[in-house]
């Protein structure tokens, strides 16, 4: 956790906390009668267990708890949706999830900010608080207002923590999640008017019949997600097996599956593409598997032109191995089988050039060669970053993509990459030298 973090969630900490008690004397609100009070303890229910039980994927999280949020404002107003919102997630983070305090404390600030801010201008544009009537011509303005203000200051606020807690630029991480984020909080949101409708004609009942649906599909996708990680956890298994008979690749396919995506992201590509490079990142040398490829790891003396061939056929090896999975998508197996395609048509296996050659496989071959220059090898040293970013500035357009080269050397990866491989790299044998600097990733 760097100083900037601390200082960036210290300052939403403080901001929310002002807005909150701005909110709470400009707007109290009395409660009478059982039904209000029933709403707003079912709809703070309901955040708490969306929260607790939503599908964390990565950074992201899929749930539905910004339904009942935001279903509080039209009904209770933005003092209540202010206060709920912080009890609620408190009570979610705090003491169920229990993520660690600065995590959940800066979740808690920026989505009581977000909420809050949202309040002020569902207010500003006339929005009122009315949980026994229903008016969809009246609410739908200020409703827009706040969800739009909602979504804007939500996704500022979590895309500045992670490009500071990741030294991503702003722009990079907004690119990755505002358009998820905005088709969940679209979703959500328009659903949360049905959900004000239901509330305003049975009551807390309504509550319930539209939104225990919510939470079975919630769950199903829940147990869906698992078994996908499991899946996912099954594969990093297998290669971390093939990658143990060799110290000196040891953990190469994580950093370059993890390298790929981070890439992918940089060049702006939607999310299922972002999970195939990841995923053909993680399994672009399974070929290896094969046991004539094992006798060569750690073989006395130079290759034959027979070794050679068997390392040459690892791409469509694996990209073999790979067809058998039900859910290994073509993108994938494209990936994994030209992933040392050159862009000037000297690669293998089939010779591929330019944009001939999948995309996938041309930002693995990048990531791959960087992680390859950055790792000791028996035969010689780890490059230096200046080194690495030199080779690829003299390959960019014989070896490697231009455009992809191009994106990578200016994010700022290349520092990162550099620092990750210093932490998992293999200490060289004594008899090593400079010599052969230049690296060829077979
Ligand atoms: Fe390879």
């Known amino acids: 956790m760097t100083r900037g973090v601390t200082a960036y969630v210290a300052l939403v900490v403080v901001a929310a906390l002002v807005l909150s008690g701005a909110v709470v004397l400009l707007f109290p609100v009395e409660l009478s009668g059982f039904t209000p009070w029933a709403g707003v303890i079912a ?3 309901l955040t708490v267990a969306g929260e607790a039980l939503g599908v964390r994927t990565g950074r992201a999280v899929f749930s ?6 935001v279903t509080t404002v039209p009904l209770f107003g933005p003092c209540v949706a202010v206060v709920s919102t912080l009890v609620a997630r408190t009570i979610a983070h705090a003491f ?28 500003a544009l006339g929005g009122g ?10 609410i739908l303005g200020p409703f827009g207002g706040l969800v739009v203000t909602y979504f804007v200051a939500n996704i500022t606020l979590v895309s500045g923590v992670i490009a500071l807690d990741t030294r991503k630029r702003v722009i990079d991480v907004l690119r990755r999640f505002a358009p998820v984020a905005f088709a969940n909080d679209l979703a959500s949101s328009s659903f949360s008017i049905f ?9 807390v009942a309504g509550l319930f019949v539209v939104l225990l649906p919510l939470f079975f599909l919630q769950h199903s996708y829940s147990l869906q997600n698992r078994l996908l990680k499991q899946n996912k956890e099954i594969l990093e298994f297998t290669v971390r097996t093939i990658e143990a008979k060799d110290p000196y690749t040891s953990g190469h396919s994580e950093r370059v599956a993890s390298l790929g995506r981070e890439l992918a992201e940089i060049l702006g590509l939607p999310s299922h593409r972002v999970e195939e490079i990841e995923t053909a990142g993680l399994l672009h040398d399974i070929g290896k598997i094969d046991f004539a490829y094992s006798e060569l790891i750690g073989s006395p003396g130079g290759l034959t032109d027979v070794d050679r061939d068997i390392i040459r056929s690892h791409p469509e090896r694996g990209a073999h191995l790979l067809e058998s999975l039900s859910n290994m998508s073509d993108s994938v197996l494209a990936a994994v089988r030209h992933h040392h395609e050159h862009y000037d048509g000297n690669g293998y296996p089939a010779g591929l050039s330019g944009k001939d050659i999948p995309f996938g496989a041309r930002v693995i071959m990048v990531v791959d060669t960087v992680d390859a220059m950055l790792s000791n090898r028996p035969y010689r040293p780890a490059l230096s970053v200046e080194e690495v970013a030199a080779e690829l500035r003299s390959f960019s357009g014989r070896q490697f993509d231009p455009f992809v080269v ?8 290349l520092e990162r990459a550099a620092r990750r491989a210093e932490m998992d790299r293999t ?7 400079r010599q052969s600097a230049r690296v060829v990733a077979y």
């Not at 959900?195 to 009551?203: E, I, K, P, R, S």
Request: charged share 10%; aromatic share 12%.
């Open 43 to 45: 709809l703070l229910l």
């Open 64 to 69: 539905v708890s910004l339904i009942p949020t």
């Open 129 to 138: 608080a009315d949980y026994n009537t229903f008016h969809l011509g009246r």
């Open 427 to 433: 200490p060289l044998p004594l008899a090593s030298s």
């Open 406 to 413: 191009a994106k990578f050397l200016e994010s700022g990866m």
């Open 195 to 203: 959900v004000v409708f239901a509330f305003t004609q049975l009551g």
């Open 96 to 123: 169920i999830l229990r993520t660690k305090p600065i995590k959940w404390i800066f979740n808690v600030c920026q989505f009581t900010l977000a909420i809050g801010l949202g309040s002020l201008v569902y207010v």
